[in-house]
Nanobody, 118 residues
Framework: QVQFVESGGGLVHPGGSLRLSCAVSRSIDSFYGMGWFRQAPGKQRELVTTISKGGTTNYADSVKGRFTISRDNAKNTVYLQMNSLKPEDTAVYYC????????????WGQGTQVTVSS
């Protein structure tokens, strides 16, 4: 089993920035990749961004150019730098590990709340 502990969320004004962290209980280098997801009230959880084992990144169109995913294999930690935040970015943010053909883990951390409001 694997555990994810997300942190760094908070309340920020539109246009502001936050940096989220996700500490993983196993070596993140053992996974195919890592991803950040978010779930807004009343909506399904959606994939925001991914980073592969080799460092290739992908972003949802809604966050492209504003969010940056990165990883520190030595610390087993994944980061999400969020700039130019918008009210529609308000959600609980989660990270998870891509196991390849098995997909992402069914277990999730507690997430970290991001609220963008004036």
């Amino acid at each position: 089993q694997v555990q994810f502990v997300e942190s760094g969320g908070g309340l920020v004004h539109p246009g502001g920035s936050l940096r989220l962290s996700c500490a993983v209980s196993r070596s993140i280098d053992s996974f195919y990749g890592m991803g950040w997801f978010r779930q807004a009230p009343g909506k399904q959880r959606e994939l925001v961004t991914t980073i592969s084992k080799g460092g290739t990144t992908n972003y949802a169109d809604s966050v492209k150019g504003r969010f940056t995913i990165s990883r520190d294999n030595a610390k087993n930690t994944v980061y999400l730098q969020m700039n130019s935040l918008k009210p529609e970015d308000t959600a609980v943010y989660y990270c998870n590990a891509d196991q390849g053909y098995r997909g992402y883990f069914n277990s999730w951390g507690q997430g970290t709340q991001v609220t963008v409001s004036s």
